[in-house]
């Protein structure tokens, strides 16, 4: 927007040269305005009021500038060029973003799916992926979803302790990426676990399961808001870029998530860590991607993500 708004007033100055139009004078005035505007900070509605600004006021003035010389006319050209035809804006950042979200979003989907899929044969699960400017995915077990209507808390650890696996990998592969970014981008590593037993049922229509119960909502509110978490008595954020964070509700969990994390430093997944109030956080080893296989193996609901 700032780049739009430079060549817009680009125009405004060379025509103001050939004419002392005092409405020319308001433009750049107007224009250096949101630019200082745009340097302190974008609000929500900054984008709309620019775009309307640019379309609706300064690119109308345009036939009655275009003849007041050749640098007036370079200007517009200028102008026209650089913005996207079909949007009407300058695109380069953003099309560069977009498209390094699009690429690691594709990469890290692949690579979770490709892991998934390894998953169900250590414990048969219902798996649910959601992929917007990252990757959310939610993990339902329990007896019901067995073959045999038995699970254990063996399976569950496998399935955690595999969850904190292919969490480094992700984290790995993401640096494994960045050279191939336009925009340098990171991500955070985040798991809720919980052990509370849920009422689950699939919807035939829909092919997808529904939590029944105000449990569900609560679940949900706690995801909506945990990567916004601040560490209690500082202004940090419990996500960092090449970390990994674990929030818990229960003691034995984080006890049990503790003895997975000393085991992955054994190994070289993950490097010193810090432990908090019902969460843990660690350093992932991005240097580095050990590969581990995890034993085959062959009541309740058990959710956790």
Same mark, same amino acid.
């Given at each position: 927007?700032?780049?739009?708004?430079?060549?817009?007033?680009?125009?405004?100055?060379?025509a103001s040269e050939a004419k002392d139009w005092p409405l020319l004078r308001e433009f750049i005035f107007r224009i250096d305005h949101r630019?200082?505007?745009?340097?302190?900070?974008?609000?929500?509605?900054? /984008?709309?009021?620019?775009?309307? &600004?640019?379309?609706?006021?300064?690119?109308?003035?345009?036939?009655? #500038?275009?003849?007041? %010389?050749?640098?007036?006319?370079?200007?517009?050209?200028?102008?026209?060029?650089?913005?996207?035809?079909?949007?009407?804006?300058?695109?380069?950042?953003?099309?560069? &973003?977009? /498209?390094?979200?699009?690429? #690691?979003?594709?990469?890290? *989907?692949?690579?979770?799916?490709?892991?998934?899929?390894?998953?169900?044969?250590?414990?048969?699960?219902?798996?649910?992926?959601?992929?917007?400017?990252?990757?959310?995915?939610?993990?339902?077990?329990?007896?019901?979803?067995?073959?045999? %209507?038995?699970?254990?808390?063996?399976?569950?650890?496998?399935?955690? =302790?595999?969850?904190?696996?292919?969490?480094?990998?992700?984290?790995?592969?993401? /640096?494994?990426?960045?050279?191939?970014?336009?925009?340098? =981008?990171?991500?955070?590593?985040?798991?809720?676990?919980? *052990?509370?037993?849920?009422?689950? !049922?699939?919807?035939?229509?829909?092919?997808?399961?529904?939590?029944?119960?105000?449990?569900?909502? !609560?679940?949900?509110?706690?995801?909506? !808001? #945990?990567?916004?978490? =601040?560490?209690?008595? *500082?202004?940090?954020?419990?996500?960092?870029?090449?970390? #990994?964070?674990?929030?818990?509700?229960?003691?034995?969990?984080?006890?049990?998530?503790?003895?997975?994390?000393?085991?992955?430093?054994?190994?070289?997944? =993950?490097?010193?860590?810090?432990?908090?109030?019902?969460?843990?956080?660690?350093?992932?080893?991005?240097?580095?991607?050990?590969?581990?296989?995890?034993?085959?193996?062959?009541?309740?609901?058990?959710?956790?993500?």
């Amino acid at each position: 927007m700032t780049d739009q708004l430079k060549l817009a007033k680009e125009i405004m100055h060379w025509a103001s040269e050939a004419k002392d139009w005092p409405l020319l004078r308001e433009f750049i005035f107007r224009i250096d305005h949101r630019i200082d505007s745009l340097n302190a900070g974008i609000a929500s509605d900054d /984008e709309n009021a620019i775009s309307y &600004f640019l379309k609706d006021e300064i690119e109308l003035a345009f036939e009655n #500038l275009v003849n007041l %010389g050749p640098r007036v006319s370079q200007a517009i050209e200028n102008y026209k060029t650089a913005i996207d035809p079909q949007l009407g804006l300058i695109y380069r950042k953003r099309k560069a &973003f977009e /498209e390094s979200v699009s690429l #690691l979003n594709e990469h890290l *989907s692949t690579y979770l799916e490709t892991e998934e899929a390894r998953a169900q044969s250590i414990v048969p699960h219902y798996f649910e992926k959601h992929q917007t400017d990252g990757l959310d995915y939610v993990i339902y077990a329990g007896a019901s979803i067995m073959p045999k %209507g038995k699970i254990s808390h063996f399976h569950i650890q496998n399935l955690r =302790l595999w969850q904190l696996m292919v969490s480094c990998g992700m984290a790995w592969r993401t /640096e494994q990426l960045k050279a191939q970014l336009k925009v340098p =981008l990171d991500t955070c590593q985040l798991i809720l676990t919980s *052990s509370t037993p849920l009422s689950i !049922r699939f919807r035939y229509d829909e092919k997808r399961f529904d939590v029944d119960g105000a449990y569900d909502i !609560r679940h949900e509110i706690i995801k909506s !808001r #945990l990567d916004k978490a =601040l560490v209690k008595g *500082s202004r940090e954020r419990l996500t960092q870029p090449g970390k #990994l964070a674990v929030v818990y509700s229960r003691p034995e969990e984080g006890r049990e998530m503790q003895r997975h994390i000393e085991f992955l430093q054994s190994t070289g997944h =993950l490097m010193s860590g810090v432990r908090g109030l019902k969460a843990l956080r660690i350093n992932i080893n991005l240097k580095e991607q050990n590969q581990i296989k995890l034993p085959a193996i062959n009541n309740g609901e058990v959710a956790f993500r």
